[in-house]
């Protein structure tokens, strides 16, 4: 749960502006798995594994806000104009998913390996948003009160079969390839898509130590993560694949250079990639799940995306000591400019997972049969969101089912009048606020993420079993990593501050296997 509070007051020689904000938000969220799993050998070639297995996942968020706004003319107090504002959203995304799967792997020759299978998967997808409004406004002691309420999104089903073939053939001592091809079927409500997807892996072992990689793979996906670029509350919703929205496509290369140091068990290698993305998704300029009472799918616009780079990796598995560090280089970039769909002004935009650098290291050193200890450090750039570039002061119009004429020609401040067929609406001009907006889509980038985690193990061996008893430490330097930021003010100066998650906690455990 995490709260945050802003006060601003504005004192001028003909008015008084008192505005506060209290907003409480509270996460949850959870797994949970269920599995059964099933082999048996056929003589000394054939191996046959079935399993069946059930996990769901489920994330709920509650955000409840109060805002207080009071105007008051200090040569006429009467005519002041109060308003109270309670608002709450109640988000849910949740995934239940029973799947099925069963595969034969046979030893062909000692050079080839076949495999062939089937998998059935029900996913029912709840993505639920309920919000609540209610404004009460009092201007020259006339009350009015205003209630809305809007409940967006119903669950859905989608049922995916797949079948697949796969053939591991090592040609000879410095040549193997991997080749295969699977075939998805999704249907959800009276819609059937079919995507065959192919991917070929190839190695070339040029001398003992070293070897070249490269890879190809084409993959679809019936189901879509919106990612929302609030950060005031950010927060992932998961939608399956419709009569209006297509599947997600991908084709995605690779090349890689691998070397291996003689027997001590210490390997680098880098690797890069390249990938491109069909039907991606985004919410539409000014839309997000909470804010209309329309279906999902005509709040977003269907566009494409890339991402590429390089990974690096030294790792040491053998010895007392091990670990491994790892950096990666990337880029994330979407484009939106179909006709309807267009985002961005239809320029190249940065995606809101774009990290530019990924840093993690691993030490784990075994002290003796019973100790062991181990580090790790976690470093990233921060991720992207849409924020407020460029501010201005303007006014702004409020409408009022209700306004005295007492206070409308005695007010200092104009009167709008808007015809609208034969009856007149009254429009009312409220005092000046601070507007703003922004230049890019995700332009705006999240202070660098990082961490240290220390755990201490100790090992038991019993008759029956064994147990290990751990101490951990999370963040161990208190890092105040963001979760979300909030705009606020601080000293009467508009501030962005942020909301963290998981500062220092300890924990202690105990596992027992047998």
Known sequence: M?????QQERQGKIETYRKSNQEDINNNWGNILAGVHWNRIYGEKTILNTGLYFSRFRYELNKNSAIKEEFIPLNNPTDSFYQHTNSSIKFLSGIEDYNLNSDVTSLLTANNTLSAGMKLSIKQFSPIVKTHRD???II?????????????GNPSRLINGAIYVEDKWRVNDKFSMNMGLRLNIYGVKDRIYVYPEPRVNIRILMTDNFSIKTSYS????????????????????????????VPL????????????LDKSGIRFSMEGYYKTMNNVLEYRDGITFFNTSEGWENKVAIGKGTSYGVEFLAQKSVG????????????SLRKFNREGNVLNNGDVFFAKNDCRNSLSMTVSHQISKKWEVSGTFVYHTGYRATL???????????????????????????????TSGQQPDQVNLDGYQRLSTYLERNGFVMDDYHRLDIAINYYLVHKRGKSTLSINIYN???????????????????????????PFMPSLSYSYQF
């Not at 020259?140 to 967006?152: E, F, L, P, Y």
């Not at 929302?228 to 399956?240: C, E, F, T």
């Not at 007392?320 to 880029?331: L, P």
Request: charged share 15%; net charge neutral; aromatic share 14%.
């Open 218 to 245: 084409y993959m679809s996906q019936a189901f879509h993560g919106l990612n929302s670029a609030n950060l005031v509350m950010p927060s992932d919703i998961w939608v399956p694949v419709s009569n209006q929205i």
């Open 140 to 152: 020259a002691s006339s009350q009015t009160v205003d209630v809305s309420d809007i409940n967006t």
């Open 476 to 502: 161990v330097y208190n890092r105040m990593n963001a979760y979300a930021v909030y705009p606020a003010f601080d000293s009467n100066r508009y501030v962005l501050k942020k909301l963290c998650l998981f």
């Open 320 to 331: 007392r000591t091990t670990g491994w560090i790892a950096y990666t280089w990337s880029k």
């Open 2 to 6: 995490s709260q945050m509070e802003s």
């Open 135 to 137: 404004i009460t406004t």
């Open 388 to 418: 407020s570039q460029v501010a201005f002061i303007g006014r702004y119009i409020r409408e009022f089912t209700v306004l005295p004429v007492s206070y409308l020609s005695s007010s200092r401040e104009p009167v709008l009048i808007i």
């Open 249 to 260: 496509t991908s084709h995605q290369a690779s090349l890689g250079f691998f070397y291996d």
